[in-house]
């Protein structure tokens, strides 16, 4: 008796203890890394739905409208997704926990001072602040001085001779790079025009400020054209937006764009302009993935921004004449639902703590401590190239998260005027002699290095591109940095020379894909007619057409020969298995 005890108590323990050792299977700790550089970590079920990693840290943020910002992970192949709120987490990244993520606005809003609360508004001047100082945010040198003083007087407050000695604007780290003069410029506007002015007003006004940039809410996504040459296609809160060159090439608002669709490394978007005119844009990604994530973003940013309600949204398919390619449906609400929810809103203004300067990159968290202040110089030196090479330098960032560099360069890229008129040409900007990555940062975050070599295909693409280079501001002398000048256009030459038309090999090869899949869905098809035309003469159906195959020759042979031994075999291995899962 006492050894039947002793044995079903041992039963007890490993059941218990195999259950404890499933639950600690089914948890994995996840790590955000907020836009405060700051990180939020957790544990989570690995069955856990984004939606419910996204709700835990709006909830430890305090922020309400949240419906602007995403959650972006890079995947084992080094490309990066957002992160799908009705899925699995796990399922999405695909490697192994601890898992990494940023968050980071995922649909800028069209105008920043509509946001109800603060929080949000603070948030949404982080990233862009963000942008701005990875090269994302491009502006003429006047207005990034404008900027950088917006940023200052929220930093560190009115200027104090005690306290901000000659030069103190060189500790920050504004853009990617900058030059002496401009330094001495944001120090002035900071020193004369912001006096008196809140960290709250400060950053309203940089965010309005910024919200009139042809490159606000530009989320680059490096690509290339029919011809070869390099292109980056964006989804602005206005519209689809092509950057090449040294300008906005082409900008079609939402109500504008009639389709999205991709397939492999093709991005295609249709468009109806003025006067019933249809247009195709055609560019080519880096990679299939980066195709897809790029039509993924188009359909989502669509859906924001287009339509009236979420009801509204469909499911998407990259579809083409026999295939269905991939689905997509955006699972959020729409701009205008998100500002009627917001309006709303009512409660008490959550505490946000400002500090000063501080000598680490590390700090709490928005509402529990102070947070971070911009980044640290580390170089001083510039000359004067054009803004296409400044803009050129995008291509390697594929696009928005930061990353460890072992060189930390930094430049400035300048472009034409403001999003709603755009008439002013754009001037001239600083950047240093070293090669520019936006994607370069202190920040440990894993990012893709995208080649960009790729197949191009033969199609009219809209209006061409000039690539006209300008000269920067003066102030350094040409003759001094002739050799570093010329190097970087040969650098230039190089990757444009690599970028050649497709060939006829390549042409052939698409031909040949077309005519195999077109096969493949022909035999499928007989295939499927062939097994329900058996079925239906196997049957008990009394039809004359029937009847007669019945009565046929090779019809007899093949239901004797064929048809009979195949159903007894069926029926011994069905009774079979039966019979093995009754006696187990």
């Keep these: 008796m006492r050894e039947k005890q002793q044995a079903t108590t041992v039963k007890m323990l490993s059941r218990l203890m195999s259950s404890s050792i499933r639950s600690l299977d089914r948890e994995c700790n996840c790590t955000v890394r907020l836009l405060d550089d700051s990180e939020y970590t957790c544990t989570i079920q690995r069955d856990a739905k984004g939606q419910y990693l996204f709700d835990l840290i709006c909830h430890h943020l305090n922020l309400l409208e949240k419906d602007y910002f995403g959650i972006r992970y890079v995947d084992p192949d080094k490309q990066r997704h957002w992160l799908e709120f009705t899925k699995s987490i796990a399922k999405q990244i695909k490697s192994q926990p601890p898992f990494t993520m940023c968050l980071r606005v995922k649909f800028y809003p069209p105008d920043p001072a509509a946001l109800k609360e603060e929080i949000t508004r603070y948030l949404v001047f982080l990233q862009v602040k963000r942008d701005l100082y990875h090269g994302r945010l491009l502006c003429k040198t006047s207005d990034a001085a404008l900027l950088a003083a917006y940023i200052l007087q929220a930093e560190i407050g009115d200027h104090d001779p005690g306290k901000h000695p ?32 809140s960290p709250e007003t400060s950053e309203l006004n940089f965010l309005h400020k910024a919200q009139m940039l042809e490159t606000y809410g530009v989320d680059p996504h490096p690509c290339k054209d029919v011809s070869g040459n390099p292109a980056f296609l964006a989804f602005t809160p206005f519209g689809f937006t092509v950057l090449q060159g040294n300008r906005r090439v082409h900008l079609l608002k939402w109500e504008e764009v009639t389709k999205l669709k991709f397939e492999a490394k093709t991005f295609h978007i249709y468009a109806n302009q003025m006067e019933d005119r249809k247009i195709i844009l055609t560019y080519f990604a880096p990679t299939p993935e980066a195709c897809k994530h790029l039509w993924k973003c188009g359909v989502e940013n669509q859906a924001f921004y287009k339509l009236e309600k979420s009801s509204q949204v469909r499911t998407v398919s990259s579809s083409n004449l026999f295939f269905k390619g991939s689905r997509f449906r955006y699972s959020g609400k729409v701009a205008k639902e998100v500002m009627e929810q917001s309006a709303k809103i009512k409660r008490d203004p959550p505490e946000i703590h400002r500090a000063g300067m501080v000598p680490s990159r590390s700090c709490p968290s928005i509402t529990h401590g102070p947070r971070l202040t911009s980044v640290p110089r580390t170089r001083r030196r510039a000359v004067h190239i054009s803004i296409m090479e400044g803009l050129e330098s995008l291509r390697d960032s594929a696009h928005s998260t930061p990353v460890r560099s072992v060189s930390h360069g930094d430049s400035f890229m300048s472009s034409r005027g403001h999003m709603m008129d755009g008439s002013e040409a754009s001037t001239s900007a600083v950047i240093s002699d070293e090669a520019y990555s936006p994607s370069d940062s202190v920040l440990p975050t894993p990012v893709a290095e995208h080649g960009m070599e790729m197949p191009l295909a033969r199609h009219l693409n809209g209006a061409p591109c000039s690539n006209g280079d300008k000269e920067s501001e003066a102030g350094t002398s040409k003759d001094g940095h002739a050799a570093e000048f010329s190097s970087g256009r040969r650098a230039l030459r190089i990757v444009r020379d690599r970028s050649s038309p497709p060939s006829d090999v390549e042409e052939l090869n698409k031909f040949i894909l077309s005519v195999l899949r077109l096969f493949l869905v022909t035999i499928g098809l007989l295939f499927a007619l062939l097994l329900l035309l058996i079925m239906l003469t196997e049957s008990d159906l009394d039809i004359a057409f029937l009847r007669d195959i019945r009565k046929t020759p090779e019809f007899q042979q093949f239901h004797f020969e064929y048809f009979c031994p195949l159903r007894r075999w069926f029926a011994c291995k069905l009774r079979w298995m039966g019979g093995f899962l009754i006696s187990n």
């Design 166 to 197: 000659e030069g103190y604007s060189s500790k920050f780290q504004f853009f990617p790079k900058h030059s002496e003069k401009l330094e001495r410029r944001i120090a002035d506007i900071h020193k004369t025009e912001l006096i008196g002015q």
